[in-house]
């Protein structure tokens, strides 16, 4: 029940199939439309995407929406953010939820490249205790069933 930092999450207006990002002031859009009825897309590397559907008649004023964690993600950054004492319990985690064919992938600084990771190279690198993995920002994650098959970050 506490607001999202806006870097955590995108607001996207979809028209016609198409999907315009929308602006953030805060933790707030401003919405203005002729129709009856928008839809609009909640995404986050760290929350479940949404799509919420607004009823614009009469709707002046807020809306407020609840966002539902990720839990694979917010337990990625955890590790990313925290001491890591217990080496092979963490190891052992991320093994179970990482694919063995999982694509991992590290986008450079302003996205002027991408390096790729196997499932092993990612484990060694996130367990390691540097200061580098505590500087490691979830950009995507993609699953099939309940393990992740796809994983995007960045080093801030």
Known sequence: ?????????????????????????????TIKSDKKEIIVLVESPYYKKDTLTISM??????????????????????????DLK??????????????????????MFEEIGVEFLNKEEFIAKITTPTETVKQMEIIEIEYEGDKIISLKYIQK
């Open 1 to 29: 029940q506490k607001s999202i930092d806006t870097d955590k999450f995108s607001l996207f207006l979809i028209e016609n199939g198409n999907k315009k990002k929308l602006s953030l002031k805060g933790n707030c859009s």
């Open 86 to 107: 217990d080496w092979n319990k963490r190891k052992k985690q991320l093994e179970d939820i990482l694919s063995d064919d999982a694509i991992i992938q590290e986008v």
């Open 57 to 82: 008649e009469g709707a002046e004023g807020q809306m407020n929406f609840d966002l539902q964690p990720d839990d694979y993600a917010m337990m990625l950054r955890a590790y990313m953010n925290s």
